[in-house]
């Protein structure tokens, strides 16, 4: 049977940063990130996976509030607004190619 961990707000916050860390840093996938949080979710006793829910949902807040004002910082210097925002790594949604008649070549 697997130990249960402790909930407490400092070990949720270190838990979510180590895992942003990782996707930034090109260590985890989305997919690894998504494991890694249903792993650690399993370890939570249920009597604290709602403090553990409160934390988490505190923490992603703050940290997306963060993002947010980060990119609004960065659009204000007249340098940032030229550029485009990068490229997705996510490949393009594919999406149904018309027929070969519509583009066939007279010649």
Sequence with gaps: MPQEDSISYQAVKSKVYKLIDALVEGDKTEAEVQESMRRWWSLIHPADRPVA??????VLQKSNTSLGAMSEGLVAFKEFKAVR????????????VPSQSQFSSPI
């Excluded at 829910?53 to 505190?58: A, D, H, I, P, S």
């Excluded at 925002?85 to 149904?96: C, I, N, T």
């Design 85 to 96: 925002e990068p490229a997705s790594e996510k490949p393009p949604k594919l999406h149904p």
């Design 53 to 58: 829910q409160k934390y988490v949902l505190m």
